[in-house]
Structures are given as C-alpha cells and as structure tokens.
C-alpha cells in the first residue's frame, strides 16, 4: 500500500524559510512522478510544484517560482520542497501527492493516484 508522509510545517515569520519532506513507502519510488499542491482556508486546492521521476525535469507555479524548490531523494524515497521568502499568502495546508510512472499533467491534481495527509504551513501577517 502506498503511503505518502509529509512533514516540516510549522509557523515561520514573514521572509522565513521551510522544508517541507513527503517520505513515501509501499511503492518503487524511483518510478514516482511527484508534487506538491497547497489549499487554503476558503480556496481551491492549487498546484506548487512537481518533479518528473525519469529525468527529473520540474515545474512550479508562478507565484512559488522564484522562491519555491522542489527536490528528490530515491535513496531516502523523499521529496522535499524548500521554501524560502515565506509570505502570508503562503500559509495553506500543503500536500504531497504521486503517481508512477510519467504524468502528463503534473500542474493538475487529478494526474495524482496518491496523497499525504498535508501539513500545515502558517505564515503570520
């Protein structure tokens, strides 16, 4: 069974820094394509940021791009997204989600099989 844990959420003043990890298990994680979306009170769950499992190649919102990084690790089965230059616009409850294989829309959350229980992010303003 697949199981996606995130982690490394927390309260950050504004200019902060987090990283967040999503350690998964139950699944060749090599093969995984990953990503992260966020939703927060009120609103739609939306994309962050997502990272191919065959060559890597990552894609990021927008709004995320400059300050946003995410990353993997197929020895430790994790994925992380580094978050700097946190802004109260920031604080949602964020999500690890997955699929094997390629996905051909990494950006749309309906491309995940599989999905963590969130962590939440809380940046005051």
């Known amino acids: 069974q697949v199981q996606l844990v995130e982690s490394g959420g927390g309260l950050v003043q504004a200019g902060g820094s987090l990283r967040l990890s999503c350690l998964a298990s139950?699944?060749?994680?090599?093969?995984?394509?990953t990503g992260w979306f966020r939703q927060a009170p009120g609103k739609e769950r939306e994309f962050v940021a997502a990272i191919t499992w065959s060559r890597g190649s990552t894609y990021s919102a927008d709004s995320v791009k400059a300050r946003f990084t995410i990353s993997r690790d197929n020895r430790k089965t994790t994925v992380y997204l580094q978050m700097n230059s946190l802004q109260p616009e920031d604080t949602a409850l964020y999500y690890c989600a997955a699929i094997p294989g390629n996905n051909v829309s990494p950006r749309a959350s309906g491309g995940y099989a599989y999905w963590g229980q969130g962590t939440q992010v809380t940046v005051p303003s």
């Open positions: 139950g699944v060749s994680f090599s093969t995984l394509s």
